[in-house]
């Protein structure tokens, strides 16, 4: 990908060992980015963080988790704790109206590559609702603060497993 102006390359290889290597393109060649086996033992990819959460909130229903993460650039834990459950309104931007858990989200940095233009996000808030059957609870709403102001997001449309939804507005 290009990022920033310099074109960058991330790769992580999870091992059905649970070995974990990082394959990631160096920034440049005096500027390496590595952590040691170590410390990314038992971590998973920011998404796999997500998708633990899900269906940890449809058996449980409670966002109370603590998943380590190393996604080629960065070392960190993703902390998911409950808000509260609310009831949604359909509103300008999407139609999805119902009850939702609200989770709180914390990126807690471990370990970070030295180039500052990696900034992301340190915390959001994502709003989850059943919305099929099966064992996930599915992102409605999410809203993420970052270096660029806060940066909201809705989910557009469900399709699969017998559910056809769209829930934008045109």
């Not at 998943?67 to 609310?86: H, M, Q």
Request: hydrophobic share 40%; with cysteine.
């Amino acid at each position: 990908m290009r990022r920033n102006g310099i074109d960058r390359s991330y790769g992580v290889d999870y091992r059905s060992d649970g070995a974990v290597i990082n394959a990631s393109m160096p920034l440049s060649p005096g500027r390496s980015f590595s952590v040691s086996t170590e410390l990314i033992r038992g971590t998973v990819d920011q998404l796999t963080a997500y998708f633990l959460l899900e269906r940890q909130l449809a058996q449980r229903g409670t966002c109370a988790l603590v998943v380590p993460v190393f996604d080629g650039s960065a070392l960190y834990n993703v902390r998911f704790t409950d808000i509260k459950s609310e009831s949604l309104l359909a509103d300008g931007y999407q139609n999805f109206a119902g009850p939702t858990q609200a989770c709180q989200i914390v990126r807690e940095e471990i370990r970070r590559n030295p180039d500052q233009g990696e900034d992301t996000y340190q915390r959001g808030k994502v709003w989850y609702a059943r919305l099929a059957a099966g064992d996930l609870m599915l992102p409605v709403r999410m809203e993420f603060e970052t270096a660029f102001g806060t940066v909201r997001g809705y989910l557009a449309e469900l399709r699969g497993h017998g559910v056809h939804l769209l829930l934008m507005r045109e």
